[in-house]
């Protein structure tokens, strides 16, 4: 099958070159001679020269930029006429028609204007059109509002678009989501930067702007909110964004970028923050360059550094097992580490070791001998965790990031270009996901070669990543505390301390070291009572003569911890915390469009071929014996026909994809677009779209203390047993409850699981209608409503071993239903599934855009998710997402001509969080970005001076998420093309 891809691809690139080359060679056996273009490009109203217009040629690759005082040459291999296409963001573009062979001395004056609806979008139908004709719901960024932006970055602007939530694991780390399913690894979004997924592959979720562009060389985004897979193919599910960068032919020239900001104001360092202020710093170069008609190359480099946002959340993710206690000795904090997992001491009474090591001990204190033992036995059913470390202890919080991306360009005719890119990201962030990640020392290059025509494009690029010293934060926590004590040896002499703790209330109370269980039930019973005696165990009571279980245990600070820790960055997955990731990820595809053969209808195909190459030795998947490769292939076809005098048009498209571990599948597309008056259109769109099992999803198999992650192909689940012995875990924290609650029933509440199904691909039909018009060139409105309906949802539920089997035999069985109250990787397990039932949601936008007199803008957008179907405790849904949500913006980039400024609000309604790592409420909160920016004309170079979350409002996006807070900034641009 790959060799019929490559075949396919093969043809493809040889029937769209020879075409277009045999076109070219047609013209130039017609003329010897080449059209030249030379003249000043200026601003109608100032009359100053305009630097980085772009002057390109109607249906063709070839074009040429403005120079720093407006004068530019162009030369085409054509003969006249030709059409000249003049345009650079902020001014009225210009269309120029050339009848003969030398033009010299060309004045061309454009018009300032802020044009409402006049972007024009690819990513919609993957060919160029208005965004007002687009049959789906589309959002822009361009080169002005990427530069207007108040937010810190570009990237974290895109929070302002209509449809979008966001969500942050780290300073440099924010994920884009849309239409609900929200996570801190958004598997159902798919991120195209110049064409190229920047998911990593290990994670196979989008990695943010982590090696991406900077804001110096984004030409433009678009945002697609919801289903794409009819053209995008695979895990295009919620939504597509596209990053869109500037090419050397069109933007040469000399860039540069410096940022200096602080965070960390006002922060709560009782709570593990900085006691002060922290700098952040930013530096970003570009420089672009044409050499002679055909060949451009550009060079950029990005690095930034800065204090990154603490976790500082300390609730108790075990609530549930505390009962009735003052304190809760199963205590998991959610930014502690070295807690997880519990265990249920009242099984070291059925451990004949404990009991004979303990009672030996009570004997050697005066307490006759079979009282020992009793009392050695009488530990009660009660599961504990070990005490945690603070993420401040264990995280690396000096965030970076170094990004270098470069590309070569040469135009083989005026009809064909030729590319070659290097995306490049290298630094340390944070990640959430089933724990706390230190992505420390982690790197991702992405290499694309690309041949593009006027109708056609081939590309191939490969994405590999290298996880460096990144590791599980939980997982040192937890070696530390490993390293002071073994976790045998710590809840042995736990109980062993209850168990004296417990003696000594007795003798007090009734006198006599002689067991009588009535009179160890009575004591049981007293909370309080409990609550000291876990206290002891743990802590100790020199009054007692018990010396507590974390006596010597080694404090944050002191070098036996930093000894410890180190230690425990040594070692890999699983007898480390650091990971062993060299995973990759390749990618061919091409498109044709078929507008030069087919006249009556527009007409596109499409082919696709992509491999994952998990390469994690072992630390993430079930690859440590080589490496697992997974093959996917797919493609598309896609036609469009406008009618009645162009008032409808209809575009239909269908996709198959197969991976190789799953069955095919098929996903149409239907559009239309009714135009109901000039500049005012109606859309309505049915889309279908599918998402893979993710990589993790078929092939993890990952130790995270608390549970084992395991992927949904039977031969990475067999070797576990999953279903021998096992209930569902809701069922068990059920459970759990009675029988803490002392119901002698409890085991009725056990739900079995014994059947294993594989997980496969999901579905989603998606039905959209919108309205979206230009009122009297200054109001424009956009508004839609969404349907979604899933099939075979893919979510994740969790399972318990027990020790053995219910056999109605009181002694067996106690033993077995204490084994349940116990959970770590050893017997609880994180599986993946299909849900039976039909999952469905729904949700609206409502935007405008009014362009106010004096060139102020008002844009403001309200959005409206909600999930119908209820979720069910046992599996993990992750719908994730505020209900309601708010943003408005108000500016003026040229208030003068040279100072400008935007402000921007943003409120999000409160929501619950479901996830692997931490389940909880997310408060609302609403946020207030600013900036204000001056031109200096003379020197080409702006200064803006802003922040986001000025008034300093403190919160978190996800559930386990870090604490955010303030941003305060000053930023300096030097553009050697600055208008």
């Known amino acids: 099958m790959r060799n019929l891809f490559a075949c396919s691809v093969l043809f493809l690139i040889l029937f769209a070159t020879t075409g277009t080359e045999a076109k070219a060679a047609t013209m130039m056996q017609q003329t010897n001679e080449r059209i030249t273009v030379s003249g000043t490009v200026l601003d109608a109203e100032t009359g100053e020269t305009l630097a980085g217009v772009n002057i390109a040629v109607r249906g063709r690759v070839v074009g040429v930029a403005s120079g720093p005082e407006g004068e530019f040459t162009l030369r085409v291999n054509d003969t006249p006429p030709i059409t000249l296409v003049v345009s650079i963001i902020g001014y009225r573009t210009q269309e120029i028609e050339i009848t003969e062979m030398n033009v010299s001395d060309l004045r061309i004056e454009l018009v300032e204007e802020t044009i409402l609806g006049s972007d024009v979008v690819v990513s919609a139908s993957r060919v160029e059109e208005s965004i007002l004709e687009a049959p789906v719901s589309i959002e822009k960024m361009d080169i002005l509002a990427i530069n207007q932006t108040a937010s810190p970055n570009y990237y974290q602007g895109i929070a302002n678009l209509k449809g979008v939530d966001v969500t942050t694991s780290s300073i440099n780390f924010q994920i884009i989501n849309a239409r609900g399913f929200n996570s801190t690894g958004n598997t159902r979004m798919v991120q195209l930067t110049d064409g190229m997924d920047t998911q990593a592959p290990a994670l196979n979720f989008p990695i943010g702007n982590l090696n991406g562009p900077s804001e110096l060389d984004v030409e433009s985004l678009e945002f697609i909110p919801g289903a794409s897979s009819a053209l995008y193919g695979p895990n295009a599910f919620n939504g597509i964004l596209l990053v869109n960068s500037k090419s050397p032919f069109e933007y040469p020239g000399l860039s540069v970028f410096v940022r200096s900001g602080v965070n960390h104001i006002d922060s709560q360092d009782n709570l593990g923050e900085p006691a002060n202020p922290r700098p952040m710093y930013e530096f970003s170069g570009r420089y672009a360059d044409v050499i002679g008609d055909r060949f451009a190359y550009k060079l950029n480099v990005t690095y930034s550094t800065a204090d990154d946002w603490r976790g500082i959340n300390y609730s108790d993710k075990n609530a549930e097992l505390q009962g009735g206690l003052s304190v809760n000795p199963a205590y998991d904090g959610v930014h502690l580490y070295g807690d997880d997992g519990t265990f249920n001491i009242g099984l070291l009474s059925f451990n004949p070791d404990f009991v004979a090591a303990v009672s030996q001990g009570l004997v050697n204190a005066g307490v006759p001998q079979t009282s020992a033992v009793q009392f050695a036995q009488s530990l009660p059913s009660q599961p504990v965790a070990r005490t945690g470390y603070r993420e401040q202890y264990l995280v690396d919080f000096d965030a970076e990031n170094l990004k270098f991306n470069g590309s070569l360009h040469y135009r083989l005719s005026d009809n064909v270009e030729a590319s070659y890119s290097l995306n490049y990201g290298y630094g340390t962030s944070i990640y959430s996901g089933a724990q706390r990640y230190s992505l420390n020392n982690f790197s991702i290059a992405q290499h694309k070669v690309e041949v593009r025509g006027d109708n056609f494009m081939v590309r191939a690029y490969g994405t590999f990543e290298d996880s460096g010293d990144s590791y599980i934060a939980d997982f040192v926590g937890f070696s530390v505390n490993d390293q002071y004590l073994n976790t045998t040896q710590w809840y042995g002499l736990y109980g062993g301390n209850f168990i004296q703790g417990l003696v000594g209330a007795y003798v007090q109370t009734f006198g006599t070291p002689v067991f009588d269980a009535n009179n160890v039930q009575a004591l049981l019973s007293n909370p309080q009572l409990v609550s000291n005696l876990h206290n002891w165990a743990r802590n100790g009571n020199a009054g007692a003569g018990i010396t507590g279980a974390d006596a010597n245990r080694f404090e944050p600070g002191t070098q036996a911890f930093e000894n410890a820790k180190e230690n425990a960055l040594e070692g890999v997955v699983p007898n480390g915390a650091r990971f062993d990731d060299q995973s990759r990820f390749l990618h061919t595809e091409g498109q044709y469009d078929f507008k030069n053969e087919i006249k009556f209808m527009d007409l596109q195909a499409g082919l696709s071929f992509r491999q994952y190459q998990l390469r994690s030795n072992g630390t993430i998947f079930a690859d440590a014996d080589g490496g697992v490769n997974i093959n996917e292939y797919g493609g598309y076809l896609q036609g469009a026909k406008s009618f009645i005098d162009d008032r409808l048009r209809l575009t239909g498209s269908v996709r198959y994809d197969k991976n190789e571990n799953f069955d095919g599948q098929f996903n149409p597309r ?119 309906v899933y099939d075979d949802f893919i979510a994740q539920f969790r399972v318990r071993k027990a020790a053995g089997a219910f056999t109605g035999n009181p002694a067996n069985d106690q033993a077995v239903a204490a084994s349940l109250l116990s959970g770590d990787a050893s017997n609880t397990f994180q599986l993946y599934t299909n849900l039976d039932e039909t999952v469905k949601s729904r949700g609206a936008v409502f935007g405008f855009d009014y362009s106010l007199p004096a060139s102020f803008l008002l844009t403001a957008n309200y959005n409206w998710n909600e999930l119908i179907t209820n979720q069910e405790d046992s599996f993990i849904f992750d719908f994730n997402t505020p209900e309601h949500k708010v943003n408005v913006s108000f500016g003026n980039r040229r208030i003068t001509d040279q100072i400008g400024f935007n402000l921007t609000w943003r409120w999000q309604d409160e929501f619950d969080w479901t996830s692997s790592f931490a389940n909880g409420t997310v408060p609302s909160v609403s946020t207030f970005d600013a900036q204000v920016s001056y031109r200096v004309p003379d020197l080409r170079s702006v200064v803006k001076v802003g922040g986001s979350n000025i008034f300093n409002n403190r919160h978190f996006l996800n559930y386990g998420g870090p604490n955010l807070g303030a941003i305060y900034y000053v930023s300096l641009t030097f553009d050697q093309f600055l208008n």
């Open 670 to 788: 239907i559009a239309s677009v009714i135009r109901i008056a000039d500049n005012q259109n109606i859309r309505a769109s049915y889309q279908t779209g599918f998402r893979n099992p993710t990589t993790q999803g078929q092939y993890i198999d990952l130790n995270v203390l608390t549970a084992r992650l395991l992927g949904g192909l039977p031969e990475i689940v067999a070797p576990y047993d999953v279903t021998t012995n096992s209930f569902r875990l809701d069922s068990v924290e059920r459970f759990t409850n009675e029988l803490l609650a002392g119901n002698p029933n409890a085991a009725a509440e056990l739900v079995p699981y014994t059947n294993f199904e594989k997980v496969k691909p999901e579905q989603i039909q998606s039905y959209e209608v919108g309205y979206k018009g230009l009122i009297g060139n200054k109001l424009l409105i956009d508004t839609a409503f969404y349907y979604n």
